[in-house]
């Protein structure tokens, strides 16, 4: 059974940076797109960042571009966040989702991603 287990989530004042890791396992995921979507307490999900499983291709939110990068290691079928420059607005739930690729959804399509993780809490002091 295809299962996302995220980690890395944390405490930390605003400035610093942490390093999400979401490790995917129970299928072959080289044919899917990764992604990274946030959830504030009363706001609705968000994308965040994106890669293709086997390309270069990364999407970012205009929010996070410049401050969080994703990458992924084939080997490890681990999905990776760096993210620095943290800010309070970055406080969320972070979810991991897989979306088989290529999809007829735009790739920061929440609707487009059928499996999901059970979400890490990250939350940025100021």
């Known amino acids: 059974q295809a299962q996302l287990v995220e980690s890395g989530g944390g405490l930390v004042q605003g400035g610093g940076s942490l390093r999400l890791s979401c490790a995917a396992s129970?299928?072959?995921?080289?044919?899917?797109?990764m992604g990274w979507f946030r959830q504030a307490p009363g706001k609705e999900r968000e994308f965040v960042a994106a890669?293709?499983?086997?390309?270069?291709?990364?999407v970012y939110a205009d929010s996070v571009k410049g401050r969080f990068t994703i990458s992924r290691d084939n080997a490890k079928n681990t999905v990776y966040l760096q993210m620095n420059s943290l800010k309070p607005d970055d406080t969320a739930v972070y979810y991991c989702?897989?979306?088989?690729?290529?999809?007829?959804?735009?790739?920061?399509?929440?609707?487009?991603?059928?499996?999901w993780g059970q979400g890490t809490q990250v939350t940025v002091s100021s």
């Open positions: 989702a897989g979306s088989r690729w290529p999809t007829t959804q735009p790739i920061g399509a929440i609707q487009g991603y059928d499996i």
């Open positions: 890669i293709i499983w086997t390309g270069s291709k990364t």
């Open positions: 129970g299928r072959t995921f080289s044919n899917y797109a």
